[in-house]
């Protein structure tokens, strides 16, 4: 599987006609994949698109956004640390160092994935980390915290609260994770925090977390 950085939208080629969960083949309106730099530092998992990420193809597209503007959520945080570009259309960001994927990618307008659909999607996330080698993950929400941090670090998911856990580090293997309360569960002062933890871990030398442990 080879990187394709000409296309910020599933730039790894994955197939866009997967039909893994028969289910979600006939809820979605098409599957989205990943979408950023290849070469990024900073990788964004959420759990599932969002209606607008459904229609776009693009993960954590937010709504009731116009074209150019800054937009809510994962985005506008984005924007205010200088990881993407205000101007940019919303649904092709224009990324600094950010990959931006999803656990599964495919969406049920009425309910949340199971844990079969996260595991048909599997394959993709572990991909994609492969391959982009990041040096933070951000698990966005309660579900993309439990699923990772069961795969990829050596702390116990029932150990991790994600109120307490919100913009701080947990050592993964070979790389950290700050986790993130979903924007739309956030209040102000939350996200406040966890803009203010992400600018401090951008002012140290982070990327000397890679290669510390082997994944």
Known sequence: MDANQHSRANPFGMDEACRNCPALCETRTQVVH??????????FVGERPSSESDDAGVP?????????AASGGVRRILERLGLCDMTSPR???ELVDVYLTNLT???DPDRRPTEEEVRNCEPYLEAE???INPEI????????LEEIAVEYTRTPAEELDLEEAHGERIRGRGFELVPMIAPDDQTDAQTQAWVEAFAELLATDYRQTKGRQGR
């Open 60 to 68: 954590f597209v937010a709504p009731d956004a116009d074209e150019g």
């Open 137 to 144: 993950i951000v698990p966005v929400g309660e579900r993309a």
């Open 105 to 107: 990618r495919c969406r």
């Open 34 to 43: 990943g979408y950023g730099d290849v070469g990024a530092d900073f990788l």
């Open 91 to 93: 649904a092709d960001p």
């Open 129 to 131: 980390i492969r391959m």
